[in-house]
């Protein structure tokens, strides 16, 4: 547990309200019951953070789902939160940790490492029994001195130009990664040449992620030998793909990049390499 990848229920806590918190819960299917149920209760001092309207940029129809905003769009919103560089901050989802590892991976991007997921979410919040607020809380805005850290993101170029040098991890169900089935997106299938890693394999059976040993060990078999920095995650939109750039944080793999575009776009045009 540390400041930088993860915080427990019990730590963020004692640090109410010093630290500021951000709650990212979203369903895919119903994208407005995150902001329905944060305003029912959400955890005190929290601010809602929309992963359509606030952590994604405008769908250009050749982009994925969840496309990355423009940086300085995304500061005009962190710039309403009033969060600053000396703030820790707690980022929170129902339960899996999916939601806020992208709004976690998205405050390291723009050079604002002091950020962290709570393990286990809301679900461990309240089954602990722990203090639930509906106020919406007020902060002073802030200009936010953006520092874009563009090692850590993938385009599709870059993928497409490292296509069988670099190690492509992709973090959906077995199912969809092997072409089987596909709830989403129009068009079934992976990335050519790509691994698999189920981002829910990160946890552990409580809903909280495995110990930092273990995660590495899962890792490295994966790996073989591979330098973390050659790896280049990705998903269906680039959210899940976060929980596994976290969970190798975590492990302390790190220098893994993101593809936001995933396979939401990749598929876009039938040109790109693809299995199966």
Not at 117 to 127: C, K, M, S
Not at 251 to 266: D, F, I, N, P, V
Request: with cysteine; aromatic share 8%.
């Amino acid at each position: 547990m540390n400041g930088s990848t993860l915080v427990s229920t019990s730590d963020l806590e004692k640090n109410l309200p010093r630290w500021r918190v951000f709650d990212c819960r979203h369903d895919l299917a119903r994208p407005e019951l995150g902001e329905e149920q944060y305003r029912e209760g959400h955890i005190p001092g929290a601010l809602f953070a929309h992963l359509d309207r606030d952590l994604s940029g405008r769908k250009t129809g050749a982009n994925g789902r969840h496309p990355l905003p423009e940086p300085q769009d995304f500061e005009k919103w962190l710039e309403k939160t009033g969060l600053t560089p000396k703030d820790q901050a707690v980022c929170y989802d129902a339960g899996p940790g999916a939601m806020a590892a992208r709004l976690w991976w998205m405050l390291r991007w723009i050079g604002h490492d002091n950020a962290a997921v709570l393990d286990g979410g809301f679900a461990r919040w309240t089954r602990e029994g722990r203090p639930v607020a509906a106020d919406v809380p007020v902060f002073t805005a802030f200009n936010y001195p953006i520092k874009v850290r563009r090692d850590l993101a993938a385009d599709v170029r870059t993928v497409e130009s490292t296509l069988g040098k670099s190690l492509l991890l992709d973090a959906r169900a077995p199912a969809r990664y092997r072409g089987e089935q596909e709830p989403i997106d129009p068009v079934a299938g992976r990335i050519a040449g790509a691994k698999n890693r189920f981002n829910m394999d990160n946890l552990a059976p409580d809903g909280t992620f495995k110990r930092s040993s273990e995660l590495k060990q899962d890792f490295q078999t994966i790996l073989q030998g591979r330098s973390p920095s050659e790896v280049i995650h990705y998903c269906g939109s680039g959210v899940a793909a976060c929980h596994n750039l976290l969970a190798m944080e975590i492990a302390g793999l790190k220098g893994g990049k993101l593809y936001a575009g995933s396979w939401s776009e990749w598929a876009r045009d039938p040109g790109r390499p693809r299995e199966p």
